[in-house]
Nanobody
């Protein structure tokens, strides 16, 4: 599957951004990860194939919302109340072996988009 992430940019603390991931198809679980400079890639949010189940990292619960539109083959990440700790390259990923989010480990996901940079300024 091909994934194309977009929507990153520069935003001030407290602001919002919406990331979008365009996929070539949508028959599996998908997730957003992020990687800050000098840190490991970490799970942000995931969504089941039909959007019915979602999962979030504790650090973004209540601020970020993941959603998908299978008619458009897109998975979006609405990010609100951003802070400097959210600065990272954000990647969308697909777990083609599962319909639901099975893991927060990056090695579970076998398809990755190119990443989009989110910078939050203080």
């Amino acid at each position: 599957v091909q994934l194309q992430a977009s929507g990153g940019g520069l935003v001030q603390t407290g602001g919002s951004l919406r990331l979008s991931c365009a996929a070539s198809d949508s028959s599996y679980a998908m997730a957003w990860f992020r990687q800050a400079p000098g840190k490991e890639r970490e799970f942000v949010a995931g969504v089941s194939w039909n959007g019915g189940r979602t999962a979030y990292a504790d650090s973004v619960k209540g601020r970020f919302t993941i959603s998908r539109d299978n008619a458009k083959n897109t998975v979006d990440l609405q990010m609100n109340s951003l802070n400097v700790d959210d600065t990272a390259v954000y990647y969308c990923a697909a777990d083609r072996s599962s319909l639901v989010v099975q893991s927060t480990r990056p090695d579970r996901y076998d398809s990755w988009g190119q990443g989009t940079l989110v910078t939050v300024s203080s």
